[in-house]
């Protein structure tokens, strides 16, 4: 069925090239400096790091190339594509999908606004991530938050979402809803109860994974996220107000519904449910202010209770600040996360608390060229680093230089 929606959005995307109007495109592709100060073997290359890079991969590094395709199929539909390509030697795939999916927009008939999306796509929480690719335009490095979600949180299903516009009724607030039902994503919240939070703009394609920190062979050497076992659907649900376009307030509810009694070939089902909500303020003076919270828990393994024969709570939340004057952009955040085994502590112990620090800095030189430079510490413990002989506290520095070109 997921191949199915693939393939069917990549043949209309095809069609509107040749029937409909020209391709929309855009994309960068990137190199990197990198520089860290960190003992510990990057989660990437199968440590438990909780940089991108390590010591043993610093230097002069390929970037990503990501490519976004959009535009109308018709009058009414839209379609999305987003491919990313890159040289790393930890990648399954050198080239994959990111999202695919269409977009339905009827034509207003009142103040109300809806929209559709049929596909893989991200799920809106994120008030940060908003650059092409699914990218961050304030620093190379995402959000704890953001981070997870790119890499463990993708729908594959229906979205459908509903706005009352206040500039039609004299009002400067907008409200609206949303809903998704989503499968394949049974795999959802491994990563975060072996590995524990981390930061870096790393995003896990449809069809790739992820490194397994903990692994029995290697035949299960990659977590994979895109994947149905118990058939069961999830389903999310939120709210957003949205004040002069500029104020946003976002609150979300997300469950998988994972059947923790059902197991798969290299994976099992976990139940993760998570709760979101998020501001941004955006001040006349170019002054952006992002917070953001989440809170929830993930469990595996069948118990007689059903909630599962592992269990572990997970909350992080960051504040972020961001000034850009002329061509240039300044931005600082904060991370706090947290991570903890409420059952079967015993058999695998899941913990983590630690806070980060992000300093960046962008200068836009014109529309196509891009330096940045971004400092990141990441402070605290992880108890898992324990089970390979490793201590658990651990403070990790990285420090990148990007050049960027944007077509």
Known sequence: ???????????????????????????????????????????????????????????????????????????????????????????????????????????????????????????????????????SPYSISSSAINTWIGEEVRSVGLELSATSVGASRGRDLDVGAVVGVYEWNDPMGVLLFQRGWSLHDRATPIFGGVRRPFRMSDHDRYIGFSREIDDRPGYYGGLEAQWRGRHVLRVLHYDNRGDTAQMGYADDA??????????????????????????????????????????????????????????????????????ESTRGAEMFESGQRAHAWTVAYQYEHDDHWLGAAELLTISGTLSQRELIGEPAAATERQLQLVLRYSF
Not at 117 to 135: C, D, H, I, M, T
Request: net charge negative.
């Open 270 to 339: 976990w139940l993760s449910r998570f709760d979101a909500i998020g501001a941004r303020i955006a001040l006349p003076s170019d002054l952006v202010f992002i917070a953001q919270a989440l809170q929830g828990d993930t469990a595996v393994g069948p118990s007689a209770d059903g909630r599962g024969m592992l269990i572990a709570d997970f909350r992080a939340w960051f504040v972020l600040g961001s000034y850009s004057f002329a061509k240039h952009r300044m931005t600082v955040r904060h991370d706090r996360m947290h991570v």
């Open 1 to 135: 069925m997921r191949l199915t929606i693939l393939a069917l959005l990549i043949g209309c995307t095809a069609a509107r090239a040749a029937d409909v109007s020209p391709i929309e495109m855009q994309g960068f592709v990137d190199l990197r400096g990198v520089a860290v100060d960190s003992s510990l073997p990057s989660f990437v290359h199968g440590g438990l790091g909780l940089l991108p890079f390590d010591e043993e991969h610093e230097g002069m590094q390929s970037g990503r190339f990501v490519l976004d395709d959009n535009g109308p199929l018709t009058d009414t539909l839209r379609a999305q594509i987003t491919a990313i390509a890159t040289a790393a030697e930890d990648e399954q795939n050198p080239v994959d999908l990111t999202e695919a999916y269409v977009e339905w927009r009827p034509y207003p008939q009142s103040h109300w606004r809806w929209r559709g999306k049929l596909g893989a796509f991200y799920p809106p929480v994120s008030l940060e991530n908003r650059g092409v690719g699914w990218q």
